[in-house]
């Protein structure tokens, strides 16, 4: 059973424009929610992480949406750039203590 | 500093074969995880340890044996492994469940064959 739900699998975004990905998750139980990166040969950097408590986080040109209620979160990358090709997971976890995974979103940035 | 890291790089071993990998961290981290992950998928838990001590292990056959011999380095140990055993596999930290935070950090991975 998926833990936590992502889409799309692949999205093809033009340079400057905004990239948005999805993910949902059931258990309410989750109270920390991050995203990761990962280059091809890579291991997953974390790239912003978000509570509950709190309905978006800014990092830069990263943003995370955050919905309690429809139990959704999203990550905005606003003037996406070449660089920013990569593949990108979601997850969320209880206190911690173990981390699921969406299944991942293969992101191209054209120039 | 929030670096993880692991060595071999690249490891190609045979199936009789006996090898282990290494992870390295110093950040005070507590708790210190496996995965293994596919191409293309995202990383699949194996092992938590925290605390030094076994807490998860998600029914991995018992060909990777784990270890934890200090609170900064985890070691896994592989034996009579299946070419389906190839994958990159993956070392995590994170300071530990219930702590005030749960920022789990990544090593570059193992690049592993099984011929």
């Known amino acids: 059973q998926q833990q936590v739900k992502q889409s799309p699998q692949s999205l093809i975004v033009q340079k400057g424009g905004i990239s948005i990905i999805n993910c949902a998750y059931e258990?309410?139980?989750?109270?920390?929610f991050p995203w990761y990166q990962q280059f091809p040969g890579k291991g997953p950097a974390l790239l912003i992480a978000?509570?509950?408590?709190?309905s978006e986080k800014k990092e830069g040109r990263f943003t995370i949406s955050f919905n309690k209620s429809a139990k959704q979160f999203s990550l905005h990358i606003m003037d996406s750039q070449p660089g920013d090709s990569a593949t990108y997971f979601c997850?969320?976890?209880?206190?911690?203590?173990?981390?699921?995974f969406g299944t991942g979103t293969s992101l191209t940035v054209i120039p | 500093d929030t670096e993880v890291t692991q060595t071999p790089k690249h490891l190609v071993m045979g199936m009789t074969n006996k090898k282990s990998l290494k992870c390295e961290q110093h950040m005070g981290h507590r708790a210190m995880y496996w995965y293994k992950q596919k191409a293309k998928k995202p990383p699949e838990l194996m092992f938590v340890?925290?605390?030094?001590?076994?807490?998860i292990n998600e029914s991995v056959p018992s060909r990777f044996s784990p270890e934890c011999p200090n609170s900064s380095l985890l070691n896994l140990h592989l034996h009579a492994l299946q070419p389906e055993d190839s994958a990159l596999y993956l070392c995590?930290?994170?300071?530990?469940?219930?702590?005030?935070?749960?920022?789990?950090?990544f090593g570059p991975g193992t690049r592993l064959t099984v011929t």
């Open positions: 258990n309410t139980a989750f109270d920390y």
């Open positions: 978000i509570r509950p408590d709190v």
């Open positions: 340890y925290s605390y030094e001590k076994l807490s």
């Open positions: 995590a930290s994170s300071q530990y469940s219930g702590a005030s935070s749960y920022e789990q950090y």
């Open positions: 997850a969320a976890s209880v206190t911690g203590n173990q981390f699921y």
